[in-house]
């Protein structure tokens, strides 16, 4: 069974950082691009960065380009996000996913919540 | 960035009826269209990929149909746990986008 749990959240005040991580089991890690999307309170779903598989390119959404580093550790079986810079307007739940270079996102974590006050 | 626009925002219907949502694309998206369904305080769960493909363990009476630029989720006989957020997305383009979703409600 797929499983993906996201740790790292928690409150941080505007400007400051933090290092989101996706622990994945249950499917070959090292063979599937992977993908942080975000919802912010009462939105919709928002994409923000792909990492692939292979050469590990990387891809982000404008809004957080820049800012946000997408990383895998394929030996540990981990995606991270390192948000640095962070604005009120980041905040939001913020989930990993699988796929999103070739495939759609076929398996999600239960989400975490960054709020970042204003 | 291709913009998804996806209606009606709102449809309420009954256990039983059917349901149409529609994903429409700023431009042609090819096939690279997936359909999610999403419960409040939940993770979003694939339901359609590939414009017409069913995910692993979805049922029958969800399918999806369409190409290029219009597309369409159709729910043949909504059930209780239907009654959720619909979301789609493209993955033609970077970067990839969301559609606003639609709520379908009980009405």
């Known amino acids: 069974e797929v499983q993906l749990l996201e740790s790292g959240g928690g409150v941080v005040q505007p400007g400051g950082s933090l290092r989101l991580s996706c622990a994945a089991s249950g499917f070959t890690f090292s063979s599937h691009s992977m993908t942080w999307v975000r919802q912010a309170p009462g939105k919709g779903l928002e994409w923000v960065s792909t990492?692939?598989?292979?050469?590990?390119?990387?891809y982000y959404a404008d809004s957080v380009a820049g800012r946000f580093t997408i990383s895998r550790d394929n030996s540990e079986n981990t995606l991270h996000l390192q948000m640095n810079s962070l604005r009120a307007e980041d905040t939001a739940v913020y989930y990993c996913a699988r796929g999103g270079f070739t495939s759609s996102f076929d398996s999600w974590g239960q989400g975490i919540l960054v709020p970042v006050p204003s | 960035e291709i913009v998804l626009t996806q209606s009606p925002a709102t449809l309420s219907l009954s256990p039983g009826e059917r349901a149409t949502l529609s994903c429409r694309a700023s431009?042609?998206?090819?096939?690279?269209l997936a359909w999610y369904q999403q419960k409040p305080g939940r993770a979003p769960r694939l339901l359609i990929y590939d414009a017409s493909n069913r995910a692993t363990g979805i049922p029958a009476r969800f399918s999806g149909s369409g190409s290029g630029t219009d597309f369409t989720l159709t729910i043949s006989s909504l059930e209780p746990e239907d009654f959720a957020f619909y979301f789609c997305?493209?993955?033609?383009?970077?970067?990839?986008?969301f559609g606003q979703g639609t709520k379908v409600e009980i009405k």
């Open positions: 431009q042609s998206v090819s096939g690279y």
């Open positions: 997305q493209q993955r033609s383009n970077w970067p990839r986008t």
């Open positions: 990492i692939r598989a292979t050469n590990g390119d990387t």
